[in-house]
């Protein structure tokens, strides 16, 4: 695409609000990234549906984006529309025990709305810093359950552009694992089936956890949490530690002191800096310990 298609495809898009070259390492928590091409803040289904349209007129890439909490964009950035899903999509309403939620919440958020509500089953969600529709495509967990415990269904856009309700048996929900990332699927909108509960039991849970996290994982400095999946019957922290990296630094990114699972920004590290630390922490631990690490982080462009 030269210069004058990209502006004649923001043009088509001018009804939504959208941003050119936006710079990304502002929308993920690890700090890093360069600029999106263009930068699409949805507040409807039918933005969603428009940009996508746009998106497969002009033949260019398009992605989801949420919190920008497990995401490590290049720092060349993204040649293509991000199709970002914040606060203007949000809404989150509560009818008994089930919660519907749009892909754009928060996680804390909703938890905080369901302890309100007294209703148990989010506790383990609410120190995650990532929106519905991100955690319900990674099916983020903590503390021993995972969003697919607690979802009935999640309405999508499909391949094609059609719009689905696909119940959570029909997810093919495993660890960090789901249908939507196996496919492509986009999440408009999640439904939940929580318990009724007490709402002070609900919120002392809550607190512990968040405190639990506290004390053990590097919460001040930028990262995009735990960097590496779990491998099977291994803690890849653990790995980490054993194989003498904690402190290991690649320019301003480091293998924390504090949890050597977490890769954190230590002050303007670039996306290839964590990408360099990333190979060395695997290389370093398969040549120790037999154990490829497999990154949990979605590195684009690295
Ligand atoms: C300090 C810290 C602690 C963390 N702790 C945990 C933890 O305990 N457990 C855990 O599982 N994770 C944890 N994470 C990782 C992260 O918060 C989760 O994976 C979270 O669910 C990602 O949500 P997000 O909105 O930030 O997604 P993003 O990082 O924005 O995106 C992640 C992936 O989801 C896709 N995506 C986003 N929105 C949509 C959508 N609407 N439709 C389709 N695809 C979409 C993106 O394209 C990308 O592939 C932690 C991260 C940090 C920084």
Redesign the pocket.
């Known amino acids: 695409m030269n210069e004058s298609q990209w502006n004649r495809l923001a043009r088509t898009l001018s009804g939504l609000q959208v941003r050119e070259n936006e710079p990304l390492r502002q929308h993920t928590?690890i700090k890093v990234g360069g600029p999106a091409r263009l930068f699409v803040d949805v507040a409807s289904q039918q933005d969603v549906l428009d940009t996508l349209a746009t998106a497969r007129l002009f033949d260019v890439p398009c992605?989801?984006?949420?919190?920008?909490?497990?995401?490590l964009f290049s720092d060349a950035g993204y040649q293509g529309l991000i199709l970002h899903?914040g606060n203007r999509f949000a809404a989150i309403t509560v009818e008994g025990t089930r919660v519907r939620a749009q892909?754009g919440a928060m996680?804390s958020r909703l938890s905080s709305i369901a302890s309100g509500a007294d209703l148990a089953g989010l506790e383990f969600a609410g120190?995650?810093?990532?929106?519905v529709?991100?955690?319900a495509?990674?099916n983020?967990?903590?503390f021993g359950s995972s969003l697919c415990d607690v979802i009935t269904w999640v309405r999508c856009v499909m391949p094609d552009g059609s719009i689905q309700k696909i119940p959570v048996k029909e997810m093919d929900y495993g660890y960090?694992h789901s249908r939507?990332?196996a496919e492509g699927?986009?999440?408009?909108e999640v439904e939940f089936q929580l318990r009724e509960g007490d709402g002070e039991e609900i919120r002392t849970l809550m607190m512990d956890y968040v405190a639990r996290?506290k004390a053990s994982?590097p919460?001040s400095y930028p990262?995009?949490?735990?960097f590496f999946k779990r491998p099977e019957g291994h803690f890849a922290g653990a790995l980490i530690e054993a194989a003498g990296l904690k402190g290991t630094s690649v320019g301003g990114a480091q293998v924390s002191e504090k949890h050597a699972g977490f890769l954190i920004n230590t002050g303007g590290a670039t996306a290839q800096d964590f990408v360099t630390l990333s190979r060395h922490v695997q290389d370093t631990v398969e040549q120790q310990f037999c154990v490829m690490l497999e990154p949990e982080v979605?590195i684009l462009g690295g």
């Open positions: 928590t992605m989801a984006l949420g919190n920008g909490s497990n995401m899903f892909s996680l120190g995650i810093p990532g929106t529709g991100g955690a495509l990674m983020a967990g903590a960090r939507a990332m699927l986009l999440i408009l996290r994982q919460l990262s995009a949490g735990s979605r």
